[in-house]
């Protein structure tokens, strides 16, 4: 089944303590991106990336960071939280960038105290 | 804000009626998408329209782009209660590259 997936789905985290978030698509598409949903204020992308090696900021990257070592997998992973990052973020992919279908992951949602 | 911008915020209608709902952006695109999401869910992709169209179906849906006026339309006829759902719009605009630019949402609840 053609899918995104996202781990975990639930996190509840302390200030300061380094976590990932894991996001991984089987369809063999070359653009993934991250966003965070925010009660009133829609999706934001945090990050996307064109390619293997290739990525770059969305709007709202200040206190993240991705990598993209292979096609499939785009961790999101937050060094050092802080209770604004506490929010619901999903990734996505689609085959070849932003104009074409998009793909989301069933969340995951973060809080941190 | 890069962000776009839709209305209304929420809308409420009986199941039957029709329900429109507006998207605005600020600079020009290469497309435009719109997706639903259920409570909290993933989104799912609803219809994509480019620049250069001026109106799609899909099933119930009805999609119009104005590029003069930088604004889109939903229209979902004969709306059922599981219409029930967020709804947003996407565009790529060419100011900003790769990036997806989603609007605030529209909260449509269909009470049967």
């Known amino acids: 089944e053609a899918q995104v997936t996202q781990n975990p789905r639930y996190l509840i985290t302390v200030t300061g303590k380094k976590l990932t978030v894991t996001c991984s698509q089987n369809?063999?598409?070359?653009?993934m991106s991250w966003y965070r949903q925010d009660p009133g204020l829609g999706l934001r992308q945090i990050y996307y990336?064109?390619?293997?090696?290739?990525?770059d900021k969305g709007d709202v990257p200040e206190g993240y960071k991705v990598s993209r070592k292979e096609k499939r997998n785009f961790p999101l992973i937050l060094e050092s939280p802080s209770p604004n990052q506490t929010s619901l973020y999903f990734c996505?992919?689609?085959?070849?960038?932003?104009?074409?279908?998009?793909?989301f992951g069933p969340g995951t949602r973060l809080t941190v105290t | 804000s890069q962000q776009g911008e839709e209305d209304p915020q929420a809308l409420s209608i009986q199941e039957g009626e029709n329900a429109t709902m507006n998207c605005s952006y600020k600079?020009?695109?290469?497309?435009l998408q719109w997706y639903r999401q259920n409570s909290g869910r993933g989104l799912v992709h609803l219809i994509l329209?480019?620049?250069?169209?001026r109106e799609k179906h899909s099933g119930r849906l009805r999609v119009t782009l104005d590029t003069s006026k930088k604004s889109s339309s939903l229209l979902i006829t004969a709306s059922r209660a599981a219409d029930t759902a967020s709804y947003f719009c996407?565009?790529?605009?060419?100011?900003?590259?790769?990036?997806?630019?989603f609007g605030a949402g529209t909260i449509l609840r269909v009470k049967s």
């Open positions: 996505a992919s689609s085959l070849l960038g932003p104009g074409y279908e998009q793909y």
């Open positions: 369809m063999n598409h070359e653009y």
């Open positions: 990336s064109m390619n293997v090696e290739v990525t």
């Open positions: 600079t020009s695109i290469n497309n």
């Open positions: 329209i480019r620049s250069n169209e």
């Open positions: 996407a565009t790529d605009e060419m100011e900003y590259g790769n990036k997806l630019v």
